[in-house]
Nanobody, 122 residues
């Protein structure tokens, strides 16, 4: 069982930066593929980025070059550094975990955090 708690959301102006964190419980964090997803009002939850234990990463086209996903296995923490933020990035951001592989689909993830709100003003 993995429990995930996101933090770092807030209000930022367009063009600004924000760093999200996701603290994971459990002794085997490095065994899990980790991902960030987001959900805007009235829209489906969508993939943002994912990372495997040794750093292999995937990104949605909409965030490539602006967002960076990383993890610290010693601290059981996942990060999402977001830059050049746009109003379209406004959403609730969720971290998620799946044991044993890296994934990009919401249906493949077993564990989810409660989410943190990111609002980008124009």
């Amino acid at each position: 069982q993995v429990q995930l708690v996101e933090s770092g959301g807030g209000l930022v102006q367009a063009g600004g930066s924000l760093k999200l964190s996701c603290a994971a419980s459990g002794p085997t964090f490095s065994d899990y593929g980790m991902g960030w997803f987001r959900q805007a009002p009235g829209k489906e939850r969508e993939f943002v980025a994912s990372i495997w234990r040794y750093g292999r990463t995937y990104y949605a086209d909409s965030v490539k070059g602006r967002f960076t996903i990383s993890r610290d296995n010693a601290r059981n923490t996942l990060y999402l550094q977001m830059g050049s933020l746009k109003p379209d990035d406004t959403a609730v951001y969720y971290c998620a975990a799946v044991r044993g592989f890296i994934a990009t689909n919401t249906s493949e993830y077993n564990y989810w955090g409660q989410g943190t709100q990111v609002t980008v003003s124009s």
